[in-house]
């Protein structure tokens, strides 16, 4: 896994929220498309307009990795959303947070 894979999440996701636009997606369906195992498909349908996630997720195997990250980190999220990152409301937001999560989870010495 490459950091790159996650970062790329992360820039969509601030892309967005620099331009003040709303995701088409809810907190609810981020953890549902996590249980499903189709977030990096969520957020590459719905954020990735510069194409970022998808450069990172071409290979079977990077998306798989990727989608592994994103779910571990979103799993550590699930439930203490607030008390943990300081978001409740904002889905964007709650994608930063996961990205964030994955990489310490990931790349922490």
Do not use: H
């Amino acid at each position: 896994m490459r950091l790159s894979q996650i970062t790329s999440v992360g820039w969509c996701a601030n892309m967005m929220l620099d331009r003040k636009e709303q995701p088409s997606f809810t907190i609810d369906e981020i953890y549902t498309a996590v249980d499903e195992g189709g977030l990096v498909d969520l957020l590459m349908k719905t954020i990735d307009d510069s194409g970022l996630i998808e450069a990172c997720a071409q290979r079977p195997e990077q998306k798989a990795e990727l989608e592994n990250a994103l779910s571990n980190a979103a799993e550590a999220l699930r439930g203490r959303e607030l008390r943990k990152a300081g978001v409740g409301e904002n889905a964007l937001c709650l994608v930063m947070a996961i990205v964030l999560e994955a990489i310490q989870q990931n790349f922490s010495r």
